[in-house]
């Protein structure tokens, strides 16, 4: 798919990006482009050395990297390199979100490396790269598919002046979650913290979403096509209060799993709580709903989408040719997906609007 996109990119002028990567990636166009509210546009996307730089490049052209693409509201787009990308190594499953307090550009991919796929962050802010991050992970794993989302959240924080005393703040939470093949195939979780304005990379871990469900234990995979598990999907609460919501295939429990998650934005009573060292970057979750996982009928798609209902409720989602299906995880095991017919006027993104209009009336 990556070649074929790269092909793509090489003759498509620059207004016309936008649709290429519309119709060779359509699962992913949400989630490699980004709005400012200043109106800037930031779109993330495969290409080679030679497409960005151009003559260049020279013997460098086929090199493989992420392209960052940012049009300022009526002016000139600029095409750079996404830092760390420009090497040996295969990157993919681009996702992007733009944090406004900052004005920080933040990139989510997957990074090859011989045995190890890990997910990697990058960081543009007032036009430079900071150092990349590598998410924490354990041993020789293969991560695939991450997704983000960024929300923001009221918290109190210790005032400067008396530490024994408290200030209100907000802060904007990056929140990361991804697919792990290692010694157990689960879906993980990171979050990213900017407070005061700056990355708190003090506090960046990653957990298991099995284990914060309390369902840990031996995962299997036997009878199951990749496809079926490993699209963990997050979003935004509909509470607006800092949380989201993830809908994953918990392995352990061999059941589709919705939880949301929060963090603690203020200190609770009892014993510990009286310094600064409150858990406010521990995840708090709590399980809404689940439901079946996805299953044979699967064997066509190339990726799986998820909508995920303010009840907790999952509905899935993937193409067919030209074909949308649509099937609810509350579903019964005998029942069919839904098909929608994709058009010119009809396209995937109409037929998505659509799909979540329904799926949050669940």
């Not at 790269?6 to 620059?14: K, Q, V, W």
């Not at 990074?111 to 998410?135: C, M």
């Not at 509905?315 to 067919?320: C, D, I, P, S």
């Amino acid at each position: 798919m990556r070649n074929i996109l790269a092909r793509l990119l090489r003759f498509a002028p620059a207004p016309a990006l936008a649709a290429v990567l519309l119709l060779a990636a359509p699962a992913a166009t949400a989630a490699s482009v980004v709005l400012s509210k200043a109106g800037t546009l930031y779109e993330v996307f495969p290409a080679t050395y030679g497409q960005v730089v151009g003559e260049a490049a020279g013997p460098d052209a086929g090199v493989p990297v992420l392209a960052l693409r940012t049009t300022p509201s009526g002016g000139t787009p600029v095409v750079q390199v996404v830092d760390g990308t420009f090497d040996s190594d295969v990157e993919g499953s681009e996702s992007i979100e733009f944090e406004e307090e900052s004005q920080t550009v933040f990139l989510v991919f997957t990074k090859e490396q011989s045995l190890f796929r890990g997910v990697n962050v990058a960081l543009l802010r007032d036009g430079q790269w900071s150092a990349p991050l590598l998410l924490p992970t354990t041993g020789f794993t293969l991560a695939m598919n991450p997704k983000m989302v960024l929300t923001r959240q009221k918290y109190l924080d210790t005032a400067p002046s008396d530490p024994a005393d408290w200030t209100e703040k907000w802060r904007s939470i990056v929140s990361v979650v991804w697919w792990e093949e290692g010694a157990l195939s689960q879906a993980k979780y990171s979050a990213l913290f900017v407070e005061d304005g700056v990355l708190n990379r003090d506090v960046i871990q990653s957990y298991s979403l099995n284990d914060l469900v309390g369902a840990s234990g031996p995962t299997s995979t036997a009878g199951r096509i990749p496809v079926s598990y490993s699209f963990p999907a997050i979003q935004r609460a509909y509470s607006g209060d800092g949380g989201f919501l993830v809908s994953f295939a918990n392995l352990a429990a061999q059941k589709q799993t919705v939880a949301s998650i929060t963090f603690a934005s203020a200190p609770v009573a009892g014993p510990g709580v009286a310094g600064p060292a409150f858990s406010r970057h521990r995840p708090i979750a709590r399980t809404l709903g689940g439901g079946e996982m996805p299953g044979g009928y699967l064997a066509l798609a190339r990726f799986l989408g998820t909508v995920i209902s303010p009840a907790g409720a999952s509905t899935f989602w993937w193409l067919e040719g030209s074909t949308m299906k649509v099937l609810p995880a509350t579903a019964p095991s005998d029942a069919a997906p839904l098909s929608i017919p994709l058009r010119p006027d009809f396209p995937v993104d109409k037929a998505l609007a659509v799909v979540r209009e329904m799926a949050e009336k669940e």
